[in-house]
């Protein structure tokens, strides 16, 4: 069982930065595909990116291409989405997601174990 802490959410202002942390507990951390997923108000879960158990790959969904990174420390068993430029419509909770992966990494929600609760991440216009 692995447990996903989230950290870092809050309110911005368009155009500000703000790093989200996801740290993990109870598994071998590398092992993992880590995926970042946010979800607005009345909108459904959309994927943000993805990043590989070794870290050598990531997967950015259009909409936060150039603007959003995303990183993880296996050594610190956490992972980090750094988001920079912020715009409104980046309003949402977002959420850390692990998946057990050899290789490669998920965009479907579906194929993945473990969510954190989630953080609101507010950006003012």
């Known amino acids: 069982q692995v447990q996903l802490v989230e950290s870092g959410g809050g309110l911005v202002q368009a155009g500000g930065s703000l790093r989200l942390s996801c740290i993990a507990s109870?598994?071998?951390?590398?092992?993992?595909?880590m995926g970042w997923f946010r979800q607005a108000p009345g909108k459904e879960r959309e994927v943000v990116g993805a990043i590989t158990g070794s870290g050598d790959s990531t997967y950015y969904t259009d909409s936060v291409k150039g603007r959003f990174t995303i990183s993880r420390d296996n050594a610190k068993n956490t992972a980090y989405l750094q988001m920079n430029s912020l715009k409104p419509e980046d309003t949402a909770v977002y959420y850390c997601a692990a998946g057990r992966a050899t290789y490669g990494y998920y965009i479907d929600s579906r194929l993945y174990d473990y969510w954190g609760q989630g953080t609101q991440v507010t950006v003012s216009s």
């Open positions: 109870g598994g071998t951390f590398s092992r993992y595909a």
